[in-house]
């Protein structure tokens, strides 16, 4: 039993180049989220899913995609990276059972774009 | 959308001293408080939460109290060990996707 894990863990882009990062899940949860972890400002949300098939739009979603083509998995996309996208990515998932609040996290992508 | 504080920003204590965290939230349909513990290039990782519908919650050295009428909750730590170090975030969960919005976190310092 893996949990949440991350693909890749580390990263250097160069301004303008594209990538996707891979949040893969073994526990049959519903609902995933991708952060951002800056210095000083906690992780703050860029999308979420609720579910296969669905995302929706966090705190700073712009600059970003996501698909959630299998439950399994969240992909977050940067079409164009640029500077201010260097940051530490998180993905989390938990159930949807109302009475099951733990968010458990991946191990983290560290990206820095150049 | 909700929004979350967290202070202080730093904390310095002795092994053996207590550790008080606090919170405020702003979106009182809140209903979900988890603290997390993340040490220097790890991943987040739960160590205590509480339900709105419950004051307080108890798990051997760490407690949380929950204030709703107030819109705040703590974290205590009680007989601080160094490995304790670590930043600690709150978070306040909202919604039917309980998306979680943190704090900006404390960094705490254990020293001998």
């Known amino acids: 039993n893996a949990g949440v894990t991350q693909t890749p863990k580390f990263r250097v882009l160069k301004t303008g180049q594209s990538m996707t990062l891979l949040c893969a899940q073994d526990?049959?949860?519903?609902?995933m989220y991708w952060y951002r972890q800056d210095p000083g400002m906690g992780l703050r949300l860029i999308h979420y899913?609720?579910?296969?098939?669905?995302?929706a739009k966090g705190e700073v979603p712009d600059g970003y995609n996501v698909s959630r083509l299998k439950k399994q998995n969240f992909l977050l996309g940067l079409e164009s990276a640029a500077p201010s996208q260097t940051s530490v990515y998180f993905c989390?998932?938990?159930?949807?059972?109302?009475?099951?609040?733990?968010?458990?996290f991946g191990q983290g992508t560290r990206l820095t774009v150049v | 959308g909700e929004n979350v504080e967290q202070h202080p920003s730093t904390l310095s204590v002795q092994e053996g001293d207590s550790a008080v965290i606090k919170c405020t939230y702003s979106?009182?349909?809140?209903?979900?408080f988890p603290w997390y513990k993340q040490e220097l290039g790890k991943r987040p990782q739960l160590i205590i939460d509480?339900?709105?519908?419950?004051g307080e919650k108890k798990d051997q050295r760490i407690a949380v109290t929950l204030n709703k009428t107030a819109k705040h909750f703590s974290l205590h730590i009680t007989e601080t060990q160094p490995e304790d170090s670590a930043v600690y975030f709150c978070?306040?969960?909202?919604?039917?996707?309980?998306?979680?919005?943190f704090g900006t976190g404390t960094r705490l310092q254990v020293t001998l």
């Open positions: 989390a998932s938990r159930t949807g059972h109302s009475q099951l609040f733990e968010a458990f």
């Open positions: 526990m049959n949860h519903e609902y």
């Open positions: 899913s609720v579910g296969e098939g669905t995302t």
């Open positions: 979106d009182s349909a809140s209903n979900y």
């Open positions: 509480i339900r709105s519908n419950v």
């Open positions: 978070a306040a969960s909202t919604g039917t996707a309980s998306k979680l919005t």
